[in-house]
Structures are given as structure tokens and as C-alpha cells.
């Protein structure tokens, strides 16, 4: 029986020294901007309740809007997915849309794999 199973959150070893990374946001990074992903977890979010899904980047942690919790989630407990961000295959590009229910402008990213991004977002990992 395998209990580690009911752990709350799985803790993976993504292989990056994070020591002194700090937290941006989405809206930290300007529209369109690709940046590659070292890594993803979940913590805690006691200011708002539930749970807060980040990820690694190759100089930060980036906070995740709520409703990727799902969906970050389930990579992070695909043992494929794993091994395919290891491997340098995972990327985000960012943009921005306007939210009709709060009025303001907000951010989210789609998911890249590795052969729809340019070669020069590779090479730099960051581009605007």
C-alpha cells in the first residue's frame, strides 16, 4: 500500500537551488513574454484560503492564478509531466485579458511544449 498517496501536497526534487529566490506575479512580466518552467508546487494560501499554485522559474517563484491550481496539480502528480519539465520541456507565454465580472484588467499564461517555442526563448529561457 502506497499511503504517501494521501500526502496533502507531493514534494517533488526539481533539482534547482531556490535558496534566495523571491515571489513575482504575472503582471510582473509584460504580454507575450515566454519563460521556460523549472518546476511547480503547491502551498498553502492562508491570506485567501485554499491553495496557491507556483512555479519555479530559472530566478524566481511565480505566483499562479487560483484557477491553475488544477491543472497544476495534476502535472505535478504525472510522473511524464515531471520528467518532460526536467528535461527543459515546459514553457508558459503570458497575456493579458480584460475580466468583465471585476472590471480590471488581469493576467494568465498559456502552456508552451518545447517545439512551439522559438529557438531564441531556449537559448535566453526569458523573453519579452
Known amino acids: 500500500m502506497n499511503f504517501g498517496k494521501y500526502n496533502k501536497f507531493k514534494?517533488?526534487?526539481w533539482g534547482m537551488n531556490t535558496e534566495n529566490f523571491s515571489y513575482k506575479k504575472l503582471?510582473?512580466?509584460p504580454e507575450n513574454a515566454t519563460m521556460q518552467i523549472k518546476g511547480l508546487f503547491l502551498i498553502k494560501d492562508n491570506l485567501?484560503?485554499?491553495n496557491q499554485a507556483v512555479a519555479i522559474l530559472k530566478d524566481c517563484f511565480l505566483n499562479l492564478p487560483k484557477h491553475k491550481v488544477e491543472v497544476v496539480t495534476e502535472i505535478?502528480?504525472?510522473e511524464d509531466s515531471v520528467k518532460a519539465i526536467k528535461n527543459g520541456e515546459?514553457?508558459?507565454k503570458t497575456y493579458k485579458y480584460k475580466s468583465e465580472k471585476y472590471n480590471k484588467e488581469c493576467f494568465d499564461f498559456n502552456f508552451?511544449?518545447?517545439d512551439?517555442?522559438?529557438e531564441i526563448v531556449k537559448t535566453t529561457e526569458t523573453i519579452f
Open 90 to 92: 515546459c514553457y508558459i
Open 76 to 78: 505535478i502528480n504525472d
Open 27 to 29: 503582471s510582473d512580466y
Open 11 to 13: 514534494t517533488i526534487d
Open 48 to 50: 485567501n484560503g485554499g
Open 116 to 118: 512551439e517555442v522559438p
Open 112 to 114: 508552451l511544449s518545447a
